[in-house]
């Protein structure tokens, strides 16, 4: 019986490596997605800068305000306790 139960632990930590394996490759993933969506988003606006100027001007304006105003307007984080 003990063999059996032995057997049932070597299986559930081979479904847990499993487990771990996939989450770093998921991991591993998103972050070459958020780096290629940067460097797009990047050579994007490169690109717009060095073909229109003025619209790229006013693209950044708009992008930096709409921060600005969600950076002064964004709800802050609970008081720090003085006792």
């Not at 394996?21 to 290629?36: D, G, N, W, Y």
């Not at 790229?56 to 964004?74: D, K, N």
Request: hydrophobic share 65%; proline share 5%; glycine share 4%.
């Amino acid at each position: 019986m003990e063999f059996l139960l032995q057997y049932l632990d070597e299986i559930d930590d081979l479904v847990g490596v499993f487990g771990l394996v996939a989450e770093r490759l998921r991991r591993l993933a998103l972050f070459l997605a958020a780096m290629l969506l940067l460097l797009a988003v990047a050579v994007a606006g490169v690109w717009l800068a060095l073909a229109h100027p003025p619209i790229a001007m006013a693209t950044s304006t708009v992008l930096f305000v709409t921060l600005l105003y969600r950076s002064v307007t964004a709800p802050k984080g609970l008081p720090a306790s003085t006792a």
